[in-house]
């Protein structure tokens, strides 16, 4: 008996004594489309079931080829070039784009196209100021924000629901960058409401777009416990400013400042250590903290600051800092303020923090974190890591979701170095599960916000005079933007790699400092339980491997997708047309399994009918669990014609990146209660050109390895 087995018998041991499993109250309902704005309580809730994915336009080559944009997919017709091509169910949740630049856009969802247009689409040579999506009523802000708004980019927060499958295509390729963010999970993962297809005849809920519309104001819920101090800080010494006991949920964490000792307040240091942890879980500099690199407001504006969860006004003689990030905890919380280095005199401020009773289950949820780097210049050719989770707080592992930066990215006032893309790598994958186009086009802007500050309720570029020679002293120099994720946020199962380029190949060395926001748990809710190396004799024989059309083994040396700082690898790799069949162990107690893929990028279009069977029955029963794709190759097209309203012009390009990973998710119908399942893909070729007139280029199942991971409760003991 395998130790999945013998999991298998005391699960079901367990089962029969307690007809009330515990799996009635695990794993939480996720919140999708709108649901994720109005329940925004849940934003510390463990997403189970759920993959995140940040596809773009960004260079495959590992450069920055006009500034990543206009790199697709394929093209149908020289009005239909394709950037995100996915098939399955799920949410786009996030659009941005350089100002109305490849527009009209199609968004194809579920095999029905709509075109998508912006008001300065019919004559973009001559772009007005306060235009709107088209149709704009489904496209309302503060959901959707144009060019003029953020000073660059047309962003597009309206949550999208898809049934079977989502294409985004864009109608001209001049300057047609974009990065889109979307959800994915199986038809059995728990939702707060039915997954339907996206209707572009209705409009968002007047009640989200008022509750998003209230960014900067007080969101948190009122008539809940509150507490409030007026206390000093003195140099050297760090201020305890609330203690708490739990188990509870903070709704909102206020400071008061003296506006004329604000920008010394900068850098003092706001912690919170949640249930008496050996270490903070929330240690970031006061400025950074709440949105803004520095309390320096050069303009004289009300708001610095006026994000969602976040905000910075100042008013008077006062400057207010609130965060309303929900913030679970179960025994007790400990909030600090540690004065600055340097802080002339002692300076009173006043704090203010709500809570309400904590009544989910520990394992459903995430500690808050807002985690802190000096980065310095950085490494020339290596990202900044914002984030790893693995060791933070003494746990190797962590479960839960990141939901956000805050970050300075220069103190000398130069912009070039927003040219690095963010890139986002999950649960030990190798390649990114995110890669995007820039570090401005992160914050919500374009062309560098054109030096120019904005603040949204989920972007923002707060400080930094537009040019070095309008700078009247050296904080005018300081830049920073923030990002926050809540919709579009990105679950982990395991743990978290952050990352960040500065310039466009790692090459420039602004001093950056960044604050990470996320939701974990020191312990894991997706477990990798085996895993299928191809071309390994032992290895395929162990996992009973069959696939009678399969090449025999061949050496693939290449780089990997989506990274500029690898070697290249030699893996070996395998090729069907046809059938291929293996055995996984799955942790028994599973509620769904993630099949990741290890691949050759080269085959085009990669695409195959997934089914099921319990693996350890005599003759298999196979189910259908759907379809597997991955559209495009690691040759693709660029197209950057000199004007907006050229033709294409595309240039073909093949990159030295081959090596790439896909995932599955499977339903827990297929995968829970069962030691081991058997898996079968079965190809399905596609007849599809990169661009019309070219002859299609044949298509395979790549195949170089093989990862079940299973999704379990966390095992959290919230009474240590």
């Not at 704005?37 to 993959?51: A, L």
């Not at 912009?415 to 890669?435: I, N, V």
């Not at 743990?495 to 926001?517: K, P, S």
């Not at 007849?687 to 195949?703: F, I, K, Q, V």
């Amino acid at each position: 008996m395998t130790r999945w087995a013998a999991a298998a018998a005391l699960m079901a041991v367990l089962a029969a004594e307690s007809p009330t499993a515990r799996a009635a109250d695990w794993p939480p309902p996720v919140p999708i489309g709108l649901d994720a704005y109005r329940q925004w309580e849940r934003w510390p809730r463990q997403r189970i079931g759920v993959r995140a994915h940040m596809r773009s336009t960004y260079d495959r080559e590992g450069g920055n080829r006009t500034a990543d944009a206009s790199h697709f997919l394929y093209g149908e017709r020289p009005d239909f070039n394709v950037a995100l091509d996915v098939l399955g169910r799920g949410v786009l949740y996030f659009v941005r784009t350089n100002h109305w630049h490849g527009s009209p856009w199609h968004y194809e969802i579920d095999g029905v196209d709509h075109v998508v247009r912006e008001s300065s689409t019919a004559d973009p040579e001559h772009p007005v100021a306060g235009s709107t999506f088209e149709p704009a009523e489904v496209f309302p802000p503060p959901l959707a924000w144009t060019w003029s708004t953020t000073m660059g980019a047309d962003l597009n927060w309206v949550p999208m629901p898809f049934e079977r499958s989502l294409r985004l295509a864009y109608g001209r390729t001049h300057y047609g960058t974009g990065y889109y963010i979307f959800h994915q999970f199986a038809e059995d993962t728990p939702l707060t409401s039915k997954l339907r297809s996206f209707d572009f005849g209705v409009a968002p809920d007047p009640a989200v777009l008022d509750l998003i519309g209230r960014s900067g104001t007080d969101i948190a819920p009122v008539g809940i416990a509150t507490a409030a101090a007026n206390p000093t800080l003195e140099a050297g010494k760090p201020l305890t400013l609330f203690r708490l006991d739990g188990p509870a949920t903070v709704r909102a964490l206020k400071l008061t400042v003296p506006r004329d000792r604000a920008r010394e307040l900068s850098g003092a240091r706001l912690r919170v250590t949640w249930d008496g942890r050996s270490e903070p879980s929330v240690d970031a500099p006061l400025a950074l903290f709440f949105g803004a690199g520095l309390l320096h407001n050069r303009t004289g504006a009300e708001y610095l600051v006026k994000a969602f969860p976040v905000g910075i006004r100042y008013a008077g003689d006062l400057v207010h800092l609130d965060c309303y990030f929900p913030m679970p905890f179960f025994r007790g919380a400990t909030v600090e303020l540690v004065p600055p280095d340097g802080l002339d005199s002692p300076v009173t401020v006043r704090a203010e923090i709500r809570h309400e009773p904590f009544r989910d289950k520990p394992s459903s949820v995430g500690y808050f974190h807002a985690t802190y780097r000096d980065h310095g210049g950085g490494q020339p050719g290596k990202d900044h890591v914002l984030l790893d989770t693995r060791g933070i707080e003494g746990s190797a592992v962590w479960s839960g979701s990141f939901v956000g930066t805050s970050f300075t990215f220069t103190d000398r006032g130069e912009l070039g170095t927003l040219e690095g893309d963010p890139r986002f790598f999950l649960d030990d994958a190798k390649s990114p599960q995110a890669h995007g186009t820039g570090t401005e086009e992160w914050g919500g802007g374009g062309d560098y916000w054109g030096g120019r500050t904005m603040t949204l309720p989920f972007a923002g570029h707060p400080i930094g005079a537009p040019t070095p020679a309008e700078a009247r002293e050296p904080d005018d120099l300081v830049h920073s933007a923030y990002r926050f994720l809540l919709a579009d946020l990105f679950p982990f199962g395991r743990n978290a790699r952050i990352q960040l380029e500065h310039g466009g190949t790692n090459d420039l060395a602004e001093r950056y400092r960044t604050v990470t926001y996320w939701y974990g748990l020191p312990a894991a809710s997706l477990v990798r339980t085996d895993v299928l190396e191809i071309g390994d004799e032992r290895s395929e024989r162990a996992h009973g491997y069959v696939s009678p059309d399969a090449t025999a083994p061949q050496a693939v040396t290449s780089r990997r997708e989506g990274l500029t700082d690898d070697a290249p690898e030699t893996r070996m790799a395998r090729q069907t047309r046809g059938t291929s069949e293996f055995t996984l162990e799955v942790d028994p107690r599973n509620h769904g399994v993630m099949l990741r893929r290890t691949l050759d990028r080269a085959p085009p279009n990669q695409r195959a009918a997934v089914s099921v069977a319990d693996g350890d029955a005599a003759e298999p029963v196979w189910e259908p669990a759907g379809t597997w794709y991955l559209a495009g190759s690691n040759t693709a097209y660029h197209s950057f014609p000199p004007g907006e309203l050229d033709p294409p012009a595309p240039v073909i390009v093949t990159a030295d990146r081959r090596l790439a990973e896909d995932e599955f998710i499977l339903p827990s119908r297929l995968t829970r209660g069962r030691s081991k399942i058997r898996v079968r893909v079965a190809f399905e070729p596609i007849d599809r050109s990169l661009l019309p007139g070219l002859a299609t280029a044949p298509s395979a199942w790549s195949e170089i390895a093989y990862e079940a991971h299973g999704w379990v409760e966390p095992g959290f003991d919230a009474s240590r």
